[in-house]
């Protein structure tokens, strides 16, 4: 397995007999390096010890024994690595796994190259009271292989989070310890905890419509409270399918306040270990029906952002976003909410961590996001200006829109504003069907707003423009 390094301690718990103590010992080429006592609690029969922080490396080995008259015990662990712990979690496009993504053979072909990016999968359990520990596991601790990281469709290995730690390895040249506890066709309130949803007027009551588990907290209480205890870097999240159903416009409260809640949890179960604003990754949904009219999947991407765009943001501290609005796979045969490419999804998300989680300077990980829009009514354009240089890859007549109203009271007419020019930073968009005044703008607010890699706007880095919506044009 992989344990989390220094700056943290790692910890290391279990069961043992009430009241008896517990010696840890943390050894390498047979030599004792550490040893750390705890007492087994009355009331949980569990014991914890902290262990000092270590510098990435091994093989390690861990003993545990229990001093007791009756009936001493000890229990070792061997080939243990320090590294850096990440938790994958969500919904199905999390779950799938590596033997169903484009070019399945060729990643799967290349589990041996990577021995020291370790990889433990969770199982599908739910409960209505918060759990000590996992009921099931469906992969313990192992060493990649083909077979682990493509055991079926949606079970084990996630290929996002297999990818996005394979990135991460290539860049930190040390261990990487990968958790998955994920589920499909789950909604945002099942893997938060009540005070969570207390926080955004939902109560523990009441169900969500869904197929897969969808009572408020069951996830939470059987497949993220258990792992409270370890010791992590970060979580990288996708989900958000489901909430483009359920409780659509509260996701810009659910989200932000999962993220508060699970890092306040995890560094109070790590005895402080893990970092209060740990870092916290996702995937903006990529696509669902190229038909659709309505706005659903739009709304909860935005949401994902808490309305502001972009993460990092002031509700979202030390977070990180993959887009992948332009990853569209209208004949996936797993359906076209499933996209096959997770290769794309997994490199965005790992720039991101290399910013924001690992501090790289000057490291783009974001797309190119508006800074200034200035409406020139006197020969209706719109002027948009981005913060990066732009790379066009084709004008488009319908994925600006602007609203036309006089009264911020009257309801939207959207309308599309066409590409007219663009320069390094600037797009300038026709806005002819405003007779009114132009109010607000928005980008790329469809289901499914382009083709493959050929949305109209990226910077040079080929990461795609987030939608956006902007509310008040002056």
Same mark, same amino acid.
């Given at each position: 397995m992989v344990l989390q390094k220094k700056p943290a301690g790692a910890v290391v718990w279990g069961y043992g007999e009430a009241g008896v103590? !517990?010696?840890v010992s943390l050894s390498k080429d047979g030599k004792v390096i550490m040893k750390k006592m705890a007492q087994v609690k009355e009331h949980s029969e569990t014991w914890k010890v902290v262990l000092a922080p270590m510098d990435h490396g091994g093989p390690y080995s861990v003993m545990a024994e229990q001093h007791s008259r009756e009936e001493p015990k000890n229990l070792t662990l061997r080939d243990i690595y320090f590294g850096d712990v990440w938790l994958c979690s969500g919904q199905s496009n999390m779950e799938m796994t590596v033997s169903q993504i484009i070019n399945a053979s060729v990643e799967l072909s290349k589990a041996p190259l990577y021995p020291y990016v370790r990889v433990f999968a969770a199982s599908l359990i739910q409960s209505e009271v918060e759990l000590?520990?996992?009921? =099931? $596991?469906?992969?313990?601790? %192992?060493?990649?292989?083909? &077979?682990?990281?493509?055991?079926?469709?949606?079970?084990?290995f996630s290929a996002v989070c297999w990818l996005f730690g394979r990135h991460l390895y290539e860049t930190l040249r040390y261990p990487v310890g990968l958790v998955e506890s994920s589920w499909g066709g789950t909604c945002i309130e099942a893997w938060s905890s009540g005070r969570a949803l207390?926080?955004?007027?939902?109560?523990?009551?009441?169900?969500?419509?869904?197929?897969?588990?969808?009572?408020?907290? !069951?996830?939470?209480?059987?497949?993220?409270?258990?792992?409270?205890?370890? %010791?992590?870097t970060g979580v990288i999240w996708y989900q958000g399918e489901s909430n483009a159903f359920t409780n659509t416009d509260l996701y810009n409260c659910t989200f932000p306040a999962l993220i508060a809640d699970w890092r306040r949890a995890f560094h109070a179960?790590?005895?402080g270990q893990t970092q209060p604003l740990f870092p916290f990754g996702f995937v903006q949904l990529s696509t669902f029906r190229r038909q659709r009219r309505d706005d659903r999947f739009p709304r909860l991407r935005w949401h994902q952002t808490a309305d502001y765009g972009y993460a990092p943001n002031k509700r979202m501290p030390n977070t990180f976003m993959a887009v992948?609005?332009?990853?569209?796979?209208e004949h996936s045969p797993y359906g076209? $909410?499933?996209?096959?490419? =997770?290769?794309?999804?997994?490199?965005?998300?790992?720039?991101?961590?290399?910013?924001?989680?690992?501090? &790289? =300077?000057?490291?783009?990980f974001q797309g190119p996001y508006p800074t200034k829009v200035v409406v020139?009514?006197?020969?209706?354009? !719109?002027?948009?200006?981005y913060g990066q240089e732009l790379l066009l890859l084709l004008m488009h007549d319908r994925v600006f829109e602007v609203c036309c109203s006089r009264r911020a009271q009257e309801p939207c007419q959207w309308v599309p504003a066409p590409m007219v020019s663009a320069s390094s930073h600037t797009v300038t968009l026709s806005s002819p069907g405003c007779r009114a005044a132009v109010s607000r703008l928005r980008y790329a607010w469809a289901d499914w707003p382009c083709e493959y890699r050929m949305c109209p706007l990226y910077n040079k880095h080929l990461l795609p423009?987030?939608?956006?919506?902007?509310?008040s044009l002056h």
């Amino acid at each position: 397995m992989v344990l989390q390094k220094k700056p943290a301690g790692a910890v290391v718990w279990g069961y043992g007999e009430a009241g008896v103590n !517990v010696t840890v010992s943390l050894s390498k080429d047979g030599k004792v390096i550490m040893k750390k006592m705890a007492q087994v609690k009355e009331h949980s029969e569990t014991w914890k010890v902290v262990l000092a922080p270590m510098d990435h490396g091994g093989p390690y080995s861990v003993m545990a024994e229990q001093h007791s008259r009756e009936e001493p015990k000890n229990l070792t662990l061997r080939d243990i690595y320090f590294g850096d712990v990440w938790l994958c979690s969500g919904q199905s496009n999390m779950e799938m796994t590596v033997s169903q993504i484009i070019n399945a053979s060729v990643e799967l072909s290349k589990a041996p190259l990577y021995p020291y990016v370790r990889v433990f999968a969770a199982s599908l359990i739910q409960s209505e009271v918060e759990l000590q520990d996992l009921a =099931k $596991i469906d992969l313990e601790w %192992s060493i990649p292989t083909a &077979e682990n990281l493509g055991h079926g469709s949606f079970s084990y290995f996630s290929a996002v989070c297999w990818l996005f730690g394979r990135h991460l390895y290539e860049t930190l040249r040390y261990p990487v310890g990968l958790v998955e506890s994920s589920w499909g066709g789950t909604c945002i309130e099942a893997w938060s905890s009540g005070r969570a949803l207390q926080e955004c007027g939902l109560t523990a009551e009441g169900s969500y419509p869904a197929p897969a588990p969808a009572m408020p907290s !069951v996830l939470w209480d059987a497949m993220i409270h258990p792992l409270l205890n370890m %010791s992590l870097t970060g979580v990288i999240w996708y989900q958000g399918e489901s909430n483009a159903f359920t409780n659509t416009d509260l996701y810009n409260c659910t989200f932000p306040a999962l993220i508060a809640d699970w890092r306040r949890a995890f560094h109070a179960g790590s005895d402080g270990q893990t970092q209060p604003l740990f870092p916290f990754g996702f995937v903006q949904l990529s696509t669902f029906r190229r038909q659709r009219r309505d706005d659903r999947f739009p709304r909860l991407r935005w949401h994902q952002t808490a309305d502001y765009g972009y993460a990092p943001n002031k509700r979202m501290p030390n977070t990180f976003m993959a887009v992948a609005l332009d990853l569209c796979d209208e004949h996936s045969p797993y359906g076209s $909410i499933h996209p096959r490419d =997770k290769q794309n999804v997994a490199y965005r998300l790992h720039l991101g961590a290399r910013a924001v989680a690992y501090g &790289e =300077k000057g490291l783009v990980f974001q797309g190119p996001y508006p800074t200034k829009v200035v409406v020139d009514g006197a020969r209706a354009l !719109v002027n948009v200006t981005y913060g990066q240089e732009l790379l066009l890859l084709l004008m488009h007549d319908r994925v600006f829109e602007v609203c036309c109203s006089r009264r911020a009271q009257e309801p939207c007419q959207w309308v599309p504003a066409p590409m007219v020019s663009a320069s390094s930073h600037t797009v300038t968009l026709s806005s002819p069907g405003c007779r009114a005044a132009v109010s607000r703008l928005r980008y790329a607010w469809a289901d499914w707003p382009c083709e493959y890699r050929m949305c109209p706007l990226y910077n040079k880095h080929l990461l795609p423009a987030p939608p956006f919506v902007i509310d008040s044009l002056h």
